[in-house]
């Protein structure tokens, strides 16, 4: 699932963003690499994350990947949050948008599409 220009998953009809009251979003972002890519696709993460972390104080941005291959390829896994609750600080279609920019630098390390899950804060 893709995430569409207004920040929404491509196919869910999900409500756009986040506004005053709303719960917060944190995006994870999944896609696949080749394993003779790793070291690359880490690399290249790791300093764009840090760069958008450098921009963005309160946001904390992780790489994961499963421990094991499947068909010769990684699953890597991305996540987007701000340490804070304050509304001012969100992941809002401008900084998912600045997310995307920054990850057209794997564009020729991964295998296929990422995929961008949304999920709010609830009050269960």
Not at 25 to 30: P, T
Not at 40 to 61: C, G, N, S, W
Request: aromatic share 6%; charged share 25%; with cysteine.
């Amino acid at each position: 699932m893709a995430a569409a220009a207004d920040g929404t998953a491509k196919g869910h009809g999900q409500a756009p963003l986040r506004t005053a009251g709303q719960p917060m979003r944190e995006l994870f972002i999944y896609y696949r690499s080749r394993v003779e890519c790793e070291a690359e696709v880490a690399a290249q993460v790791r300093r764009f994350q840090a760069r958008l972390m450098l921009q963005h104080p309160a946001l904390v941005a992780r790489l994961l990947r499963r421990p094991e291959a499947k068909g010769g390829l990684l699953t890597w896994m991305e996540t987007y949050a701000f340490a804070t609750m304050n509304p001012d600080r969100a992941i809002d279609a401008d900084m998912q948008q600045q997310i995307e920019a920054s990850a057209a630098c794997l564009h020729g390390l991964i295998d296929g599409e990422r995929h961008t899950e949304v999920f709010t804060t609830c009050a269960c």
